[in-house]
């Protein structure tokens, strides 16, 4: 299969020039000498970099847990959203043998109900059953990614990258401490069901904030809404103008007209 260069791409526009600098050539000298062929390429290939970009770092963007099941023919990983799938997953396999073991070596006939005890009947402390094993444990999902050089609110390219660099924090099980989380430029956001005050609640932490998004007031251009209702808005409403102070604010406070007894507008000077 031939490959048509894009001339649209940086790469396919090289590729193309290229095979016009060695047309050219041929038009020329009726050939392809060797000594201007590589005087070309060495050139066209200046127009290229092989460096290996720097300011890559290995970001988690999720976990996994892994479920290593092996036995003589066969040795299978597989992926899980969490603990409890992949024991799950582990169980039904275990009961799909259980006719092999049932009623020998003080093994019940029928299997027992719970993922965690068919399988600790089966395989034993040690994980291992003859030639027959298995191993469960997380592992962070990665990817390398490179840090924009800049958050602007006003880039979009800025924006979409840093968008597309958001890490979800799941809390990893009933007993974790920690609560589910969304990170990106530094912000944390977590929802999450809270039994004590029986609501879905919603929290967003600012103190690690890429300061690239602080204002110079301290605060983080911020809109939260939920549906079409805007409930906080600290962009587009201005806040509230700030009461002057001093000696002489106190002397406009005094002799401020107050007004008469009964209410109504201040008196006007005559």
């Not at 003589?72 to 024991?87: F, G, I, K, Y």
């Not at 049932?102 to 059953?129: C, H, M």
């Not at 809390?171 to 530094?186: F, K, M, T």
């Amino acid at each position: 299969m031939l490959i048509k260069p894009d001339p649209a791409t940086p790469e396919g526009e090289a590729i193309i020039d290229l095979a016009a600098l060695l047309d050219g050539l041929q038009e020329r000298t009726g050939e392809w000498p060797g000594a201007d062929i590589v005087d070309i390429v060495g050139q066209w290939l200046g127009r290229f970099t092989f460096a290996v970009p720097a300011g890559l770092a290995p970001l988690a963007v999720g976990r996994a847990w892994v479920l290593r099941q092996w036995d003589r023919h066969a040795d299978d990983v597989t992926l899980w959203s969490d603990e409890a799938s992949a024991l799950a997953a582990l169980a039904q396999d275990v009961r799909s043998s259980w006719d092999k073991v049932a009623g020998t070596d003080g093994f019940p006939y029928r299997p027992p109900s719970d993922d965690q005890a068919v399988v600790d009947l089966y395989y034993g402390p040690d994980k291992t059953r003859g030639d027959e094993g298995y191993t469960v444990y997380p592992a962070d999902i990665s990817r390398h990614v490179g840090a924009p050089l800049s958050i602007s609110l006003s880039d979009a390219e800025a924006c979409a990258v840093v968008n597309s660099s958001a890490v979800f924090h799941p809390q990893e099980h009933p007993d974790d401490e920690g609560l589910p989380c969304i990170e990106i430029a530094g912000l944390l956001v977590f929802v999450y069901l809270d039994a004590d005050c029986g609501a879905v609640r919603v929290s967003v932490h600012l103190d690690t904030a890429d300061e690239q998004l602080v204002r110079a007031d301290g605060t983080v251009p911020m809109q939260v809404e939920i549906g079409d209702a805007t409930v906080f808005d600290n962009v587009t409403q201005q806040p509230a103008p700030m009461e002057r102070t001093g000696w002489k604010a106190l002397i406009r406070r005094l002799t401020r007209p107050s007004p008469p007894a009964g209410g109504g507008k201040p008196r006007q000077g005559g």
